[in-house]
């Protein structure tokens, strides 16, 4: 993991042939949240230094005054499908067979569970998915993954990444958008991976996820879960109570 680089190319002065790690940008705002998903594996990579000035000065910008708009999933959703799973992790995430530890993603049953332990590369994580849970049970022989269990696993990936990126598990999330592109089945018979940018802060307050679900190095699903996480459930209980008026 440690010689995994993305070269990051201005569209329009990338070489001939691109590289599978090779990444194409439109503005210089995808390369700020590249660099926030990927630290200092971005390469950025220069043809043209006079057309390229702006863009060159947020590759060099120190990380830490980066920062993501957290009430605007749409940001990495942009950019998501275009950053490669690294082989290495597919390769011992295909080897997972047990679940994620049920209070990682807020399950009272470990059957519950659809999501492997995480694998994390900078700010990007990722997870096995598993078929079955317990309580999604579907009523017909369908000859691939459900819709409803993908959205389940990435929902409860999200949850994993929040608290890996230093979310309390005594936090609460609520909801506050989704939104999934399903673009082609998920077969049963093959592992399939999800892959996930979390921008959250462990102090709670807005955050999002965006998410791609993977399988056989083709994109099958994405989309993005916003939220509002607050940092343990007495403070998400006044907030109930006061929005029913209690």
Excluded at 34 to 48: D, I, P, Y
Excluded at 50 to 66: G, H, V, Y
Excluded at 204 to 233: H, K, L, P, W
């Amino acid at each position: 993991m440690e010689g995994c680089k993305y070269n990051i190319y201005v569209k329009g002065d990338e070489p001939e042939k691109l590289e599978p790690m090779d990444i194409l940008i439109s503005d210089r705002r995808e390369l700020e949240v590249l660099r926030l998903c990927l630290g200092e594996r971005v390469n950025f990579v220069m043809g043209n230094p006079k057309k390229n000035t702006t863009f060159r000065i947020s590759a060099e910008a120190d990380l830490s005054k980066l920062d993501w708009d957290y009430r605007n999933p749409e940001e990495a959703y942009s950019v998501i499908e275009r950053i490669k799973m690294p082989p290495e992790i597919e390769q011992r995430l295909s080897e997972r067979t047990q679940a994620m530890q049920k209070e990682y993603v807020h399950k009272v049953h470990q059957g519950n569970v659809l999501i492997s332990d995480a694998e994390r590369m900078e700010n990007v994580i990722y997870f096995r998915g598993f078929n079955y849970i317990d309580e999604l049970h579907s009523d017909h022989n369908a000859d691939h993954l459900d819709g409803i269990k993908l959205f389940e696993a990435a929902r409860q990936a999200t949850l994993a990444a929040f608290h890996l990126m230093g979310v309390t598990c005594q936090g609460v999330m609520a909801l506050t958008a989704s939104y999934v592109d399903y673009k082609k089945y998920v077969e049963l018979d093959e592992p399939y991976y999800i892959q996930l940018i979390p921008a959250c802060k462990p102090d709670g307050g807005a955050m999002y996820s965006v998410f791609s679900i993977i399988q056989e190095d083709s994109v099958n699903a994405s989309g993005y879960f916003g939220a509002y996480t607050f940092r343990n459930r007495e403070l998400y209980l006044n907030k109930r109570n006061k929005r029913k008026g209690a």
